[in-house]
């Protein structure tokens, strides 16, 4: 998190490094016990203002670093003037039931302010997910904390993977949500018959609030920023932290879920390779190498499953990222075909129109100017 020169101070005694309003800690060494411990809050206020944006984290084990800080920063910076950091506007505080220090995905460490009490205190009650597998749920402790809250009207964040938690406590029955496209064949699979959005950076549904996590969280927070405290606000914060105007909730997300549908595990973790080697294409046999199958296995697995072969699921991840480049971005045709794998624009276009029936180019033109190419212009005898 940002913070000025003079937010600094050293504690010699306790090896600790304090961030001004923000009352962030990071310890040095002489902790051994916590290892790097963080202790985040907003909690305090300057002067008598009530604060106008309160929010309650609840961090899960392993939970996402780059999100949490993210959506703090954007409500640090928009709190006070400058970066002063003092929560004037908005105050931020991480809640616990055993104040135990909770240990982030990166290996840094958060000591949670409060414990849980009465959720009524806060205007938004904000989980960030984790890592998949070690975070099955929350705990009953949290469920009745998160439960209180909904009864009460207090609206629930769920960030990153904080979409599952906030499902599997019962929360999110008949509410949109949002999941990043890396994790939406994750939540199909674990909530059969639901079908999240993953191709917008965050979902607002009454009073359930969604996000993919990463820079997203920044403009969730921004949102929210904007509606308790001020557009003015919300732009600084973002501007500080060297992100470009707020998005909207549409904005899509950078990757894309994948059209290809299938409950075969190998298939499946196949298909998740290819998607995070889209600009550097590898072979189906070094994708057999990486899961421990053969090239042999991941063929057959792929024809009973999608009747195609691992080559041609492949190149349509690419063409469909292609697609929706063009369609979403204003990269060159030259710069879509170097993100998605192609040797260069000419063989993009090739393997575009033997798709698509057209050219990327073409896909792009607005309609009007594709009729008029299309009808010739007839001139008087």
Same mark, same amino acid.
């Given at each position: 998190?940002?913070?000025?020169?003079?937010?600094?101070?050293? /504690?010699?005694?306790? $090896?600790?490094?304090?961030?001004?309003?923000?009352?962030?800690?990071?310890?040095?060494?002489?902790? #051994?016990?916590?290892?790097?411990?963080?202790? @985040?809050?907003? #909690?305090?206020?300057?002067?008598?203002?009530?604060?106008?944006?309160?929010?309650?984290? &609840?961090?899960?084990?392993?939970?996402?670093?780059? #999100?949490?800080? $993210?959506?703090?920063? =954007?409500?640090?910076?928009? %709190?006070?003037?400058?970066? *002063?950091?003092?929560?004037?506007?908005?105050?931020?505080?991480?809640?616990?039931?055993?104040?135990?220090? !909770?240990?982030?995905?990166?290996? &840094?460490? !958060?000591?949670?302010?409060?414990?849980?009490?009465?959720?009524? *205190?806060? $205007?938004?009650?904000?989980?960030?997910?984790?890592?998949?597998?070690?975070?099955? $749920?929350?705990?009953?402790?949290?469920?009745?904390?998160?439960?209180?809250?909904?009864?009460?009207?207090?609206?629930?964040?769920?960030?990153?993977?904080?979409?599952?938690?906030?499902?599997?406590?019962?929360?999110?029955?008949?509410?949109?949500?949002? =999941?990043?496209?890396?994790?939406?064949?994750?939540?199909?699979?674990?909530?059969?018959?639901?079908?999240?959005?993953?191709?917008?950076?965050?979902? @607002?549904?009454?009073?359930?609030?969604?996000?993919?996590?990463?820079?997203?969280?920044?403009?969730?927070?921004?949102?929210? !920023?904007?509606?308790?405290?001020?557009?003015?606000?919300?732009?600084?914060?973002?501007?500080?932290?060297?992100?470009?105007?707020?998005?909207?909730?549409?904005?899509?997300?950078?990757?894309?879920?994948?059209?290809?549908?299938?409950?075969?595990?190998?298939?499946?973790?196949?298909?998740? &390779?290819?998607?995070?080697?889209?600009?550097?294409?590898?072979?189906?046999?070094?994708?057999?190498?990486?899961?421990?199958?053969?090239?042999?296995? &991941?063929?057959?697995?792929?024809?009973?499953?999608?009747?195609?072969?691992?080559?041609?699921?492949?190149?349509?991840?690419?063409? /469909?990222? %292609?697609?929706?480049?063009?369609?979403?971005?204003?990269?060159? =045709? #030259?710069?879509?075909? @170097?993100?998605?794998?192609?040797?260069?624009?000419?063989?993009?276009? *090739?393997?575009?129109? *033997?798709?698509?029936?057209?050219?990327?180019?073409?896909?792009?033109?607005?309609?009007?100017?594709?009729?008029?190419? %299309?009808?010739?212009?007839?001139?008087?005898?």
């Amino acid at each position: 998190m940002f913070a000025s020169k003079r937010d600094y101070r050293y /504690d010699k005694d306790s $090896n600790l490094v304090r961030i001004g309003g923000s009352r962030a800690m990071y310890s040095g060494s002489q902790n #051994a016990k916590a290892g790097r411990l963080a202790n @985040v809050t907003g #909690a305090g206020k300057s002067g008598h203002e009530k604060p106008r944006l309160s929010v309650g984290f &609840i961090l899960a084990k392993r939970f996402t670093l780059c #999100a949490f800080a $993210n959506f703090v920063d =954007v409500l640090r910076l928009a %709190a006070d003037e400058g970066d *002063r950091s003092r929560p004037i506007l908005c105050n931020w505080t991480v809640v616990s039931d055993t104040m135990d220090p !909770v240990p982030s995905s990166s290996g &840094i460490i !958060v000591q949670p302010k409060e414990r849980l009490g009465d959720p009524r *205190r806060f $205007n938004y009650i904000v989980v960030v997910g984790g890592l998949m597998e070690e975070t099955p $749920n929350l705990g009953s402790a949290y469920h009745k904390f998160l439960h209180e809250a909904a009864e009460a009207g207090i609206p629930l964040v769920g960030i990153c993977t904080g979409a599952f938690l906030l499902h599997r406590a019962g929360l999110l029955d008949g509410y949109r949500c949002c =999941v990043s496209w890396f994790h939406h064949s994750d939540f199909i699979e674990q909530f059969e018959g639901l079908d999240p959005v993953a191709d917008q950076i965050f979902v @607002v549904d009454r009073d359930r609030l969604t996000c993919s996590g990463g820079v997203s969280s920044a403009h969730l927070a921004a949102y929210l !920023v904007d509606k308790h405290v001020g557009r003015a606000q919300a732009s600084k914060s973002l501007h500080i932290m060297i992100i470009d105007d707020a998005l909207q909730a549409e904005k899509p997300q950078p990757g894309i879920p994948l059209d290809l549908k299938t409950q075969d595990p190998i298939v499946q973790r196949a298909l998740l &390779i290819m998607q995070q080697n889209i600009d550097t294409p590898i072979s189906v046999q070094e994708i057999a190498r990486r899961m421990g199958n053969s090239k042999r296995q &991941i063929e057959r697995h792929f024809r009973l499953s999608l009747d195609t072969s691992p080559q041609v699921a492949f190149l349509n991840i690419r063409l /469909d990222m %292609a697609h929706h480049l063009m369609e979403k971005s204003q990269k060159s =045709v #030259a710069q879509v075909a @170097v993100d998605c794998g192609f040797c260069d624009s000419s063989h993009l276009s *090739r393997m575009f129109r *033997r798709r698509y029936g057209c050219t990327p180019q073409e896909l792009r033109r607005p309609v009007s100017d594709q009729v008029s190419d %299309a009808v010739p212009v007839l001139e008087e005898a």
